[in-house]
Each structure stands twice: as structure tokens, then as C-alpha cells.
């Protein structure tokens, strides 16, 4: 593929930073968010967890760490791999720096898989889990379609297949920690995915913002083939992951609804990229109970367009004593 | 059928968004050295949350700017709020820090640029919404 590198790919100099003159302030607007968010797998009381861990039949137990092994593994692409090329075709001194934060914190997601192990599992099964999934070719599959964008060298390869990667492909993984929740089971676990689940969005949005900008100084006819070419890398990234989702999920009956929480990631990842959806809402209809599990709380007012009330509800109060408002 | 009043950033969901809808709109400026706008007629709302997951800075605070005009704010009569539920607990929370300072109605939320389903049912919440308080 011939890219135009011409944007300045490199920073071929390094100068000091200067966070008090911005290029780009969604910089440190993603930055005050990335740091503020800062979290440590310590913090969250995971040994809470072991009666519910005990509750689960042996293959639960078996599926739970082949999803987190898979979930791993990404994280460690994402961290070692993936954010460091991002840092190579950074455009300013800030958007490094966002970048080096981004890399350090998917470390700090895969290191915190191995606490849930260590805090749940019998050694032996986790060792297991992890053979499985270096064995797994579906899973090896999404890491090589990954990792082949990452070497291509092409700045908006690869952010295309980053955000496929952040928005999508962690979403067979992060459906059943959701689900156990949903049951009232490791809820624990499910506190600390959130924390990921929630960094992952800001990841997919800042490197599908930066996307964005680069592709909007490309003349029409490229632009055209950029997307053509996202699009069919998701397809690509989509058959497989169904084939993932169903060596994983087919024993346990619930193929059908991850596949419902794919389709619905793979639009809000194609959002992220600036395109339109791709999957309609007929298979997008995730259960409501995974829903509510990844926005606990947030649905107590309901929305009157969404047609579940008569009369238009007012927010509950929420304090917001702030020297902005005026009234 | 009056109008609606949006925020958009840089990265520009929301303004996509209320393009796909094809009503009236007018844009509430991204800096302060722009003039400010001002309303003359009623007007929905539409949001995107930002800030820290902290109610106190959800609301970006052009629109903040906004509303503290008390003409501007005695027109709003709904709000519907952009977001991401990733964001969990703080989904949409833009919607309901505005709804619940303006006593309006939190009429829905969607996310990032919104789907075609979003569009559909926006487009027709909003066409009765107006018809009923008409
Ligand atoms: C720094 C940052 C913080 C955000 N915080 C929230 C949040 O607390 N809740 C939420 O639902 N969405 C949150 N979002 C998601 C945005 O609301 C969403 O991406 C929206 O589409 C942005 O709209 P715009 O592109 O028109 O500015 C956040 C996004 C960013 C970049
Ligand atoms: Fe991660
Ligand atoms: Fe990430």
C-alpha cells in the first residue's frame, strides 16, 4: 500500500514537552481523563469473590479462564506492540505522551487477569488455559490479523485495526464477566472489568479521533478506499471472531446473544473510526440484564423516547455544586 | 415544530448526529472567544457528556455558558445527552445533570454518533413531543 507518509510520521526530534502549549487539545483532555481514571487491580477486593468462583461448575471455571487468558493476550499486544507504533506516528509531543500512558495501562489490564488467577484459580488450570489458548487457532487468527496491520507501517492501518481492536475484539471476552454479574456472581471481577471496559473506550476514541484527523487531509478517492478497506477488515476480524465465539461459548447456549453483544461493539467501533454503523438493530438486541451489567444504575430514569414511560421523568438529584453554573 | 440547540467537540458525534435527524438546528459555539449564541425560540437540548465521571463536570462548559443566560435557559424543554455506556454508572450523565438543574425532561440517550435506530426513534419522539406540548 502506498501511504502517504508525508504527515510528518515522526517526531524526528525530541523536545521538551510543553503541556502549556497545545497542538491538539484534545490532548490533554484525554490525557486528564487517562490519568484521572488511574486504577490498580489492588484496589478492587477480588478474594470477595471465592465463594462465587466455588459456585461455578468446572467447565464455568474452565470458560471463564480461556476468556481471560484470550482477553490477556490482547492487552499484552495492545501494551507492548500496539500503543508503542502509535507512539511512532504520533503528530505532536502530547498525543506520545497520551500514547505512552495508553501503553502503560494495558499492562496494567493484563497484569490484572493474572490477579483475578492468582486470587480464583488452581494453578494448574490457568496453566491449562493459557496452552489452550496459545493452541486456540481462532484466537492466534485475531492476533496475527492484528499484529500484520501493526507491522505494515501505515499509520492509518494501523489505527484502524487498533480501534477494531480496543471497540471490538476484547468484547467476546468482557460478555462474560457481564453475564456473571448479571446472575449476582463475581461481581468483584466484574468491578475491575469495568474499570477496563471504561478505559478501552476512551482508547478506541482518542486513537479513532486521531484516524479521523489524518484521513480527513486525504483527497476524496483515498478516503473512499480507506473506508472500504476498514470495512473489510471488520469482516474479516467479524467471521473469525464468531468462530471464537462459538468454540467458547457454544457448550454453555450462549453463542447467540455474544454474537448480539458483537455486532452491537462492532458499530459503536466503526463510530469511533467516523463510519456509520454496519449491523441493524434486529441483531443488536443484546439483553437487557448485559446492559444493565455494564451501566449499572445508569438506566434508573429512563428515557421517555425509548417508550417505557407515560409521563416524562425528571432526574433524580445529583449534586452538581460547581462554580460554572450559575443557577 | 421549534428547533434544537447542540454541542459538539472536535471529534464532531454529536453534530453527526443531529445532521442525520435533518431538523433546524443551532450549534452552541466551541470557544469563548466565539459570539455567544442566543435562542429566541424553544428548543431541545442535545449533549455529549464529558468531564470525570463526577456529575460536577459532565457538562462541557460551552453549554454550561449557555444555559447560565437565563433567556437561553428559560427555552430549553428537554435534553437528550450523548455518551458511550462504557463509561458505565456515568452513561449519558451530560442528559441528567441538565435535566435535573433546568427541570426538563431527560427525553433520550444514544451513543457516540448514534444508529439509524437512534435517528428513527429520536426523530419520532421528538415530532410528538412537540405536537403534545403544542
Ligand atoms: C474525556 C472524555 C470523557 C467522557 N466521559 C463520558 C462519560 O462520563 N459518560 C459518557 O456517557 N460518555 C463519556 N464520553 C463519551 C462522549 O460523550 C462521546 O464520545 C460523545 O459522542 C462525544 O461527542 P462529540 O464528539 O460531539 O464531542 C467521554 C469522552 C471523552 C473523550
Ligand atoms: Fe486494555
Ligand atoms: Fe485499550
New interface residues.
Given amino acids: 500500500m502506498d501511504m502517504p507518509t508525508s504527515a510528518a510520521r515522526h517526531l524526528n526530534r525530541v523536545d521538551a514537552i510543553n503541556w502549556n502549549r497545545l497542538q491538539?487539545?484534545?490532548d490533554l483532555?484525554v490525557w486528564?481523563?487517562l490519568t484521572?481514571?488511574f486504577w490498580l487491580p489492588e484496589k478492587i477486593p477480588l478474594s470477595n469473590d471465592i465463594p462465587a468462583w466455588n459456585t461455578l461448575t468446572e467447565h464455568e471455571q474452565q470458560l471463564t479462564i480461556r476468556v481471560f487468558t484470550g482477553l490477556t493476550l490482547l492487552d499484552t499486544i495492545q501494551g507492548t506492540v500496539g500503543a508503542p507504533v502509535l507512539i511512532e506516528d504520533a503528530l505532536t509531543p502530547h498525543e506520545e505522551a497520551v500514547f505512552t500512558n495508553i501503553s502503560f495501562m494495558e499492562s496494567v489490564h493484563a497484569r490484572s487477569y493474572s490477579s483475578i488467577f492468582s486470587t480464583l484459580c488452581a494453578t494448574r488450570d490457568v496453566d491449562d488455559a493459557y496452552r489452550w489458548s496459545e493452541e486456540n487457532p481462532f484466537l492466534q487468527k485475531k492476533a496475527e490479523l492484528i499484529l500484520e496491520r501493526y507491522r505494515s507501517e501505515d499509520p492509518l492501518m494501523r489505527k484502524i485495526a487498533s480501534v477494531f481492536l480496543e471497540s471490538f475484539l476484547f468484547y467476546s471476552g468482557f460478555y462474560l464477566p457481564m453475564y456473571w454479574s448479571s446472575r449476582a456472581k463475581l461481581t468483584n471481577t466484574a468491578d475491575l472489568i469495568?474499570l477496563i471496559?471504561?478505559d478501552?473506550?476512551i482508547h478506541g476514541?482518542y486513537i479513532g479521533?486521531k484516524f479521523?484527523r489524518q484521513l480527513a487531509q486525504l483527497p476524496a478517492e483515498r478516503q473512499e478506499e480507506i473506508k472500504i478497506y476498514a470495512y473489510e477488515l471488520l469482516h474479516e476480524l467479524y467471521d473469525n471472531e464468531v468462530k471464537y465465539t462459538e468454540a467458547l461459548y457454544d457448550d454453555v447456549g450462549l453463542t447467540e446473544d455474544v454474537k448480539k453483544f458483537l455486532h452491537y461493539n462492532a458499530?459503536?467501533a466503526l463510530?469511533?473510526l467516523?463510519f456509520e454503523?454496519l449491523f441493524?438493530?434486529s441483531v443488536?438486541d443484546v439483553s437487557p440484564a448485559i446492559?444493565a451489567a455494564?451501566?449499572?444504575?445508569?438506566d434508573e430514569?429512563h428515557?421517555?423516547?425509548?417508550g417505557s414511560g407515560s409521563s416524562?421523568?425528571?432526574?433524580?438529584?445529583?449534586?452538581?455544586?460547581?462554580e460554572?453554573?450559575?443557577? | 415544530m421549534a428547533g434544537l440547540v447542540y454541542f459538539s467537540t472536535k471529534s464532531g458525534n454529536t453534530r453527526r448526529f443531529v445532521e442525520k435527524l435533518g431538523l433546524p438546528a443551532s450549534r452552541i459555539p466551541l470557544n469563548r472567544s466565539d459570539p455567544p449564541l442566543q435562542v429566541e425560540t424553544p428548543y431541545i437540548l442535545v449533549v455529549p457528556t464529558y468531564g470525570d465521571g463526577d456529575p460536577r463536570s459532565a457538562v462541557p462548559a460551552p453549554v454550561i455558558r449557555f444555559l447560565n443566560d437565563e433567556h437561553n435557559r428559560s427555552l430549553i424543554r428537554g435534553v437528550i445527552a450523548g455518551g458511550n455506556t462504557n463509561f458505565g454508572e456515568a452513561f449519558g450523565l451530560a442528559g441528567r445533570v441538565v435535566a435535573n438543574k433546568c427541570r426538563v425532561p431527560l427525553l433520550y440517550r444514544f451513543e457516540l454518533m448514534g444508529t439509524a435506530e437512534d435517528v428513527h426513534r429520536v426523530l419520532a419522539g421528538v415530532t410528538e413531543f412537540w405536537k403534545r406540548s403544542a
Fill in positions: 491538539d487539545d484534545k483532555e486528564n481523563r484521572g481514571n469495568r471496559i471504561r478501552e473506550a476514541y479521533y479521523q458499530n459503536k463510530m469511533n467516523g454503523a441493524p438493530a443488536t446492559l455494564l451501566s449499572p444504575g445508569s430514569n428515557d421517555f423516547f425509548s416524562y421523568v425528571i432526574g433524580k438529584t445529583v449534586s452538581t455544586e460547581d460554572d453554573w450559575a443557577f
